[in-house]
């Protein structure tokens, strides 16, 4: 056994995030991976992977887990470089030697088959061939359906008819999960927010809000609920209102925010309003004592980008403080910035520690409170 860890890549403005569970299992969310040398990402992901994954019996990395929340670049980036796609049983030579890592359960929204997505990166269309490669599979009821390497899961409902004869395998706002990979976990869930089906199937839907938004629970030494964690992909503020609204305090509470759309305006209203949202502000209220929120984006800067958006910034900072507002790019310098490693405890989210072997390049980030009530927003 061991800890269970969440960690965030320094990606620039993209999403990385890798969940070990205290069994050793990985789940991914979304990638945003590009060669090392890369002038806007200063770390190598893919090997830090290599380092991180299991390996099974025939030594081949695998994750459990890979949860594409949307069909974005910046969210599926370098998949077809990194990851396996095909049958398991044609892993090659070749495949071994470039160490691609194969991936025993997708998750994905309906989105990328739909007929409004005809605009797809070269990447999301690799994720999307290997999404549909499985879903034939659960569709002709292949044998091999649900063997590591074609399992799928699709998260959120949608009235196209591609997708009628797979609804063993889909997954719906409002559940709770905590079948990973074929195994039932008894110390970890995820609690499903988003996407809700308006978005999936509206004709002028954003992409963005139909990424799937998660809560990650984790049980410590017979804590429940000693760790949690959201992860909303690039949602906007009308689908956090919609959620806040169709919500309980227990599953909007959390411990760690991903900032959404890379630390992006779009969280908290219009681009051109600068007054937060209602639904935004009671989110931000959920968070627990000693809160952090992690901005996966590029260096923050007072000037007109957006993403990441310095005015979005000091709304997260005015509700966890500048030592618990993380930006990735900038963790511990931008110049070399490294993962931001936190370890589930039961008493929330702390810093792994440095002298760790098993992680010697995390960061230490500062925890300067104790957990208990949430703040109040502002």
Not at 309 to 322: I, L
Request: proline share 6%; with cysteine; hydrophobic share 30%.
């Amino acid at each position: 056994m061991t800890d269970a860890s969440v960690t965030f890549y320094p990606v620039g403005n993209g999403d990385t995030t890798l969940t070990r569970l205290t069994d050793g299992w990985t789940i991914m969310i979304d990638c945003n991976i590009r060669a090392s040398d890369s002038d806007e990402q200063h770390y190598d992901v893919y090997e830090h992977l290599l380092d991180h994954v299991s390996k099974d019996d025939d030594a081949r990395p695998y994750i459990n887990v890979f949860v594409l929340t949307h069909p974005d670049q910046d969210h599926c980036r370098g998949f077809q470089s990194v990851f396996y796609t095909g049958p398991p049983s044609e892993y090659s030579e070749e495949d071994e030697k470039n160490e691609l890592i194969v991936i025993n359960e997708l998750w994905t929204t309906p989105r990328p088959f739909s007929d409004l997505e005809d605009d797809l990166s070269e990447h999301a269309e690799v994720f999307k061939d290997e999404a549909e490669r499985r879903m034939e599979l659960h569709k002709s009821g292949d044998p091999t359906c649900n063997d590591p390497g074609n399992r799928l899961r699709i998260i959120g409902s949608t009235d196209s008819d591609d997708l009628q004869d797979l609804k063993d395998i889909v997954l719906y706002p409002g559940q709770e999960v905590n079948e990973i990979d074929g195994d039932t976990k008894d110390d970890f869930s995820f609690f499903i927010h988003a996407p809700f089906k308006a978005d999936i199937d509206s004709d002028d839907g954003e992409r963005n809000n139909t990424s799937i938004v998660l809560q990650a629970r984790f049980a410590v030494d017979d804590v429940t609920d000693a760790c949690l964690a959201i992860f909303g992909g690039d949602a906007n503020y009308r689908v956090w209102e919609r959620i806040v609204e169709e919500s309980d305090d227990d599953t909007l509470a959390w411990d760690l925010l991903l900032a959404p759309h890379h630390c992006s305006w779009t969280f908290f209203n219009e681009n051109d309003v600068s007054e937060p949202n209602e639904g935004s502000k009671k989110l931000l209220e959920k968070g627990r004592e000693g809160a952090r929120i992690i901005a996966s984006c590029k260096p923050i800067k007072d000037d007109d980008d957006n993403p990441p958006s310095d005015e979005a910034r000091q709304e997260y900072v005015d509700v966890v403080g500048e030592e618990q507002f993380l930006v990735t790019s900038e963790t511990p310098s931008e110049d070399a910035p490294e993962p931001i490693v936190l370890v589930m405890t039961a008493n929330g989210p702390r810093p792994k520690d440095s002298s760790s072997t098993e992680d010697a390049a995390a960061v230490v980030v500062p925890i300067n409170v104790l957990r208990g009530s949430r703040p109040t927003y502002g």
